[in-house]
């Protein structure tokens, strides 16, 4: 999907993760589920595409509750589709 939306195939992971990592912490979270092993979150954040199309992307992370003080996790991420 990355590929026909963006233009980003899977040797330009650098490039979308470093894409995520800039806007991440600039963009309001759109879901937060918490339950016995920790907390996902999901941020809707704009790429850029090496194609010169800017989509949607969700980001789903997930920080665990123990050990205490993790850092968030990338768990997954798609073409967001309403």
Do not use: C
């Given at each position: 999907?990355?590929?026909?939306e963006?233009?980003?195939?899977?040797?330009?992971?650098?490039?979308?993760?470093?894409?995520?990592?800039?806007?991440?912490?600039?963009?309001?979270?759109?879901?937060?589920?918490?339950?016995?092993?920790?907390?996902?979150?999901?941020?809707?954040?704009?790429?850029?595409?090496?194609?010169?199309?800017?989509?949607?992307?969700?980001?789903?992370?997930?920080?665990?509750?123990?050990?205490?003080?993790?850092?968030?996790?990338?768990?997954?991420?798609?073409?967001?589709?309403?």
């Amino acid at each position: 999907m990355f590929a026909a939306e963006l233009g980003i195939h899977q040797k330009h992971w650098e490039y979308l993760s470093d894409q995520i990592a800039q806007r991440v912490t600039s963009t309001s979270v759109s879901r937060i589920d918490v339950d016995a092993y920790g907390t996902r979150y999901e941020v809707v954040v704009s790429i850029d595409g090496l194609n010169g199309a800017t989509v949607p992307v969700v980001s789903a992370w997930f920080v665990p509750h123990e050990p205490p003080d993790n850092p968030p996790r990338l768990v997954s991420t798609y073409v967001y589709r309403p």
